[in-house]
């Protein structure tokens, strides 16, 4: 599309009887502008009227084509100080298409990038929200480019009658328009893909991991942690208990009461010691 000169067009045809030579006159005038050429082309048809059964014509035929650029310095136009309408319509559409070509030219190269980093994120290296963030970046610029363009462009048709306003958008222009959301699903489709869109997986795989980590920290445990089970410690006795003071010249204590089980105090120590 940055080639291409039907961004804007003209048509037009007129038919003038010269009967001097006894001949119709066919005037048949087409122009197309783009961002950078415009292409122009006139047929002028002489058809005059013979003795035979059909009309014989003959055709003259002009085909131009040249860039914006070419057209002012050939003319040596200063955009600057020019006063003539014009001068002035070409200069205003060289600017517009130099500000549209390059903002469409930036969004056609985030669009390169994105496609690049596409073909890593298929082995799970591009996060999904960067392909969607830049196709979106790339689509709102290539979108924003012919409207630019559009607002910068002179208007053509002002001056003529309005039967005669034969400038209008062609294909270029729309085509452009078009593509922009094109590229939006598909920089949201890229960006939701399974192989692109790894974050999520991340999220899912690190809970895996951590579960499988504690499955085998179990495993692990089990294995070089002997299997047994501590023997059952009564009930110490506290030193600060009092116990029953026996003839051999002892104090001793009974715990648990009604267990038989006997402790003397040590007298060094003020340690109730379990009697044997």
């Known amino acids: 599309m940055l080639e291409s000169t039907s961004w804007t067009t003209f048509s037009s045809s007129s038919e003038e009887e010269l009967i001097e030579l006894d001949a119709d006159v066919f005037y048949d005038t087409e122009m197309e502008i783009g961002l950078h050429e415009i292409t122009f082309k006139h047929d002028t048809k002489f058809c005059g009227d013979t003795t035979q059964e ?11 084509n040249y860039t914006i650029l070419e057209q002012i310095e050939n003319n040596s136009i200063d955009c600057i100080k020019t006063q003539e309408a014009d001068e002035i319509d070409l200069c205003e559409m060289e600017s517009a298409g130099s500000m549209g070509h390059s903002i469409i030219l930036g969004g056609l190269g985030i669009l390169a990038l994105t496609f690049i980093l596409a073909c890593i994120g298929v082995m799970g290296y591009i996060s999904g929200w960067v392909l969607r963030l830049l196709g979106s ?25 309005p039967s005669e306003q034969n400038w209008v958008l062609s294909h270029a222009f729309y085509l452009t328009l078009v593509s922009a959301p094109v590229i939006l699903v598909g920089g949201l489709i890229f960006g939701n893909m399974e192989a692109f869109a790894f974050e999520e997986d991340d999220d899912w795989d690190e809970d895996d991991h951590y579960q499988a980590e504690d499955e085998y920290a179990a495993v692990t445990t089990s294995i070089t942690q002997p299997d047994y089970t501590e023997p059952e410690q009564p009930d110490l006795v506290d030193v600060n ?5 026996g003839d051999d010249g002892y104090e001793w204590i009974e715990h648990p009461e009604g267990s038989e089980i006997w402790y003397w105090r040590d007298q060094d120590t003020g340690q109730w010691v379990r009697h044997q």
């Open 54 to 64: 059909f009309e014989e014509c003959e055709l003259f035929q002009t085909l131009e």
């Open 137 to 161: 970046i790339s689509a709102i610029t290539i979108f924003v480019g012919p409207i630019v363009w559009f607002v910068m462009f002179p208007d053509l048709n002002n001056g003529l009658e």
């Open 241 to 245: 208990w009092q116990g029953v003071w």
